[in-house]
């Protein structure tokens, strides 16, 4: 056997370490690690215990997963794993580098298409639905199957999102002052129109557009910190920033900084959904408008609000939030006990 046939049928000694499974997509752009197999039995009633549960006893294995030398600083996954609503088809638990997501939009699409393509759920035309236990809520997918049986466009309709403030001010050294508004849209977001602070949001800014997301997250916290869920205690936190420009051929630009210091590829999911609440609370956009809002990479979302609710003390929307994703790669991860570097590590 010469070398080559040697090499193509090498197999590897995996029996003293732990496999993980996953599929890697991406949604416009914004990667996603999909773990399928491998973690050890996730303990809790309910999705927040589980996530709990994950976050307090297996987060070793989200560095693994996440970090370098198999992931980067940038890396986002979902845990796929056993629902405990009695409607849900499956439970899904996010993660990237800095810990664990409520909701997470371009997961949630990315979801949609795998659980069609994979057999997960039995497909239907002209739409599969699908219905996803996330931290945050339920939420309804919608896949869109062609004539030939593929997939196509993946829709979803978010939990209640609302605004929680408009034209909040503060000032911040070697920035100046901002003007934000506070939404949720699954998780919460602070929104800054990077036009008025001369922030491009060009790939080429990358670097700046982190740097001032940090640190206006980071000043919120520290001098406002009234961000409350009315329902959840476990959802009341500022997830992360997002910048909005004009300068684009559709509707706007959306590109959100969040966890530590993450840029989203994407338009961010959860972030439009946001949007699509101050947007409807300020009368810029009626019921069933669709607005399409594009990523750093020109990627898009489109966006409307579907119907209006009381949530609460609070005026809230459903968006519906369409977009499609990729899939790129299967892997089996090996941790060898031997390793020192076997729960990963990040250099920023």
């Known amino acids: 056997m010469d070398?080559?046939?040697?090499?193509?049928s090498t197999k590897l000694d995996t029996k003293d370490n732990l496999c993980i499974k996953t599929i890697d997509m991406h949604t416009a752009g914004e990667p996603l690690r999909v773990i399928i197999d491998g973690y050890p039995e996730i303990i809790g009633s309910s999705i927040l215990e589980k996530r709990t549960y994950v976050k307090d006893n297996l987060d070793n294995l989200r560095k693994a997963l996440m970090f370098e030398p198999r992931g980067h600083t940038d890396m986002?996954?979902?845990?796929?794993?056993?629902?405990?609503?009695k409607d849900a088809d499956f439970a899904a638990i996010f993660m990237h580098n800095e810990g664990y997501s409520t909701m997470c939009g371009h997961a949630?699409?990315?979801?949609?298409?795998?659980?069609?393509?994979?057999?997960?759920?039995?497909?239907?035309?002209?739409i599969?639905?699908?219905?996803?236990?996330?931290?945050?809520?339920l939420l309804d997918v919608f896949v869109h199957i062609k004539e030939d049986n593929k997939v196509g466009q993946v829709s979803f309709h978010c939990v209640p999102s609302f605004v929680l403030a408009l034209d909040e001010k503060i000032s911040i050294n070697n920035i100046g002052d901002i003007?934000?508004?506070v939404a949720y849209g699954g998780a919460f977001y602070a929104y800054?129109?990077?036009d008025k602070i001369g922030l491009n949001l060009n790939k080429e800014n990358y670097d700046k557009i982190i740097f001032y997301g940090k640190e206006?997250?980071?000043?919120?916290?520290?001098?406002?910190?009234?961000?409350?869920?009315p329902f959840e205690k476990d959802l009341s936190f500022l997830y992360g920033v997002i910048f909005i420009s004009q300068n684009s051929k559709h509707h706007s630009q959306n590109v959100c900084v969040f966890a530590n210091g993450e840029l989203d590829r994407s338009p961010t999911g959860s972030g439009v959904s946001g949007r699509a609440a101050i947007h409807y609370k300020k009368k810029e956009i009626k019921k069933d408008e669709i607005i399409r809002?594009?990523?750093?990479?020109?990627?898009?979302?489109?966006?409307?609000?579907?119907?209006?609710?009381?949530?609460?003390?609070?005026?809230?929307?459903?968006?519906?939030?369409?977009?499609n994703a990729y899939i790129t790669g299967e892997h089996t991860f090996y941790l060898d006990e031997k390793d020192e570097l076997k729960y990963g590590f990040l250099l920023k």
């Not at 070398?3 to 193509?8: E, Q, T, W, Y």
């Open 3 to 8: 070398i080559m046939n040697k090499i193509k």
């Open 76 to 85: 986002y996954g979902v845990l796929v794993c056993e629902s405990s609503h």
């Open 108 to 126: 949630t699409i990315a979801l949609g298409k795998l659980a069609v393509e994979l057999g997960w759920v039995a497909l239907k035309k002209p």
């Open 128 to 137: 599969t639905k699908i219905k996803i236990e996330a931290p945050c809520g």
């Open 179 to 181: 003007t934000y508004d």
């Open 192 to 194: 800054v129109d990077a």
């Open 216 to 229: 206006i997250k980071k000043n919120i916290i520290k001098q406002k910190n009234n961000i409350i869920h």
């Open 293 to 323: 809002i594009e990523s750093i990479l020109n990627t898009c979302f489109d966006v409307k609000v579907i119907k209006e609710l009381k949530y609460e003390h609070l005026d809230a929307v459903i968006p519906e939030v369409s977009g």
